[in-house]
DNA sequence: ATGTTTTAAACCAAATCTGACCTTTGCATA
DNA sequence: TATGCAAAGGTCAGATTTGGTTTAAAACAT
C-alpha cells in the first residue's frame, strides 16, 4: 500500500524521465487535483524528496501563469564532487537524504549500483545503533563528505 | 506450549518460505494484532531472531504507507563470506581491524579495490567524529555486518 | 537460587496528511 | 495610472499513522 506522496514522487519522476532537457514545468493545483489531496501535500513532496542533494532543485511562480519547475541537475564528468555537494549535504544528513543522495551519485553514473546498494544498507538509521538522532546524521554527512572527497581523488588519477 | 515469539518467528518464516524472491512487507501491527499481542513483542522477535549474522535484513519505514520488511540471505555455509559475516566481526570493530577485514575482503574477491578504498575513507576514525571510541567500534561493527548481509544478497539474486 | 528469555506497558520518533491563513503576480477597469 | 480582484503558490501547526526504545516484571531453565 504505496503512500500518497510515493505516488506523486513517482509520477514527477516519470515526468522528468520523458523529458530530455531534465526540467518539468507543471501546476501545483494540477497536481493537487490529478492526486485528490490538498495543495499542501505538493509541497511536502517536493521538500522530501526533491531537495539539492537528492538532485533536484525547484523554482516556484505564483499569480497568473504561475508554475512549479523541477529540474533535475545534472554533474559534469570534470566538476569537483565535493564543490559540487558539500554545501548540500551540510554538516547534517538524514537517512532520507541520505538514500537520495546514493541514487542521485547512481543516476549521474558516479558510482555503480551496488555501491549504491552497499552504502544505504551501511547508513540506516537501525544499523546506526545506540546514537541519537543528531549524532547519527553528523556522522552520516561526515562519511558521505568523505567518501565523495575519496572518489574525486580517485577520478583525478 | 510453544513461546509467543517462537510462533511470530514460524509465521514470518512461513511467510519467506513461500515467497521464491525471499522478501516479505508485512505492518507490525497487523502482526501484533494477529497474535494478539502488544507491538514491542514484534520488535524483540525481529531484534533476537531475524539479524544479519543469523541471515536476515530487516527494513523498516514509520508514517503512512509504513512497513516490516524482512529479506532472508540464503547463507550458503562453508564460504568466505559467511565467515567474515559470523566470525571475524564481533560486536566491535576497530579501524584497524576494519582495515584488516576490508583488505581480506578485497583480497578474496567479494569486494572490489575501489570498495575497499571508499570503504575505509568512510569508516575512519576521524571520520565518526564527536563519538566515544566505544561507540565507534560498535557502529564499525554494525555496518560491516550490515554491508556483507547486503552483499551476501545481492549474490544470490 | 540464579541467570536468561520473554512479555507487557509506557513513552518516543518519524513520516504523512490536512486545513486555516498568508503572499505574490497578472489583469481588468475605474 | 491606481487599485482591486482572481489566480496562482507558500507556510506552519497539528492531527494521524506507523514503527522504535526502554524498563520492569513474569516465566523459564539450570
New interface residues.
Given amino acids: 500500500?504505496?503512500?500518497?506522496?510515493?505516488q506523486i514522487e513517482e509520477y514527477i519522476k516519470a515526468l522528468l524521465a520523458q523529458e530530455t532537457a531534465g526540467v518539468v514545468e507543471i501546476q501545483r493545483n494540477f497536481l493537487s487535483e490529478y492526486f485528490n489531496c490538498v495543495p499542501s501535500q505538493i509541497n511536502y513532496v517536493l521538500s522530501t524528496r526533491f531537495t539539492p542533494v537528492q538532485g533536484y532543485m525547484v523554482e516556484t511562480r505564483r499569480g497568473g501563469g504561475g508554475f512549479v519547475r523541477i529540474v533535475s541537475l545534472q554533474l559534469d564528468e570534470d566538476d569537483d564532487l565535493q564543490d559540487a555537494l558539500t554545501d548540500a549535504i551540510g554538516s547534517q544528513l538524514t537517512q532520507n537524504d541520505c538514500e537520495g543522495l546514493t541514487a542521485y551519485l547512481y543516476q549521474q553514473g558516479i558510482i555503480t549500483q551496488?555501491?549504491m546498494?552497499?552504502f544505504?544498507?551501511?547508513?540506516?538509521d537501525?544499523?546506526?545503533?545506540?546514537?541519537e538522532k543528531s549524532?547519527r546524521d553528523?556522522?552520516r554527512a561526515?562519511?558521505?563528505q568523505?567518501?565523495l572527497?575519496?572518489?574525486n581523488m580517485?577520478r583525478h588519477t
Same sequence: chains 1, 2.
Fill in positions: 500500500m504505496s503512500s500518497l506522496s510515493k551496488r555501491e546498494l552497499l544505504n544498507s551501511m547508513l540506516k537501525r544499523v546506526l545503533t545506540g546514537l549524532q553528523n556522522i561526515s562519511m558521505m568523505h567518501m572527497a575519496m572518489l580517485m
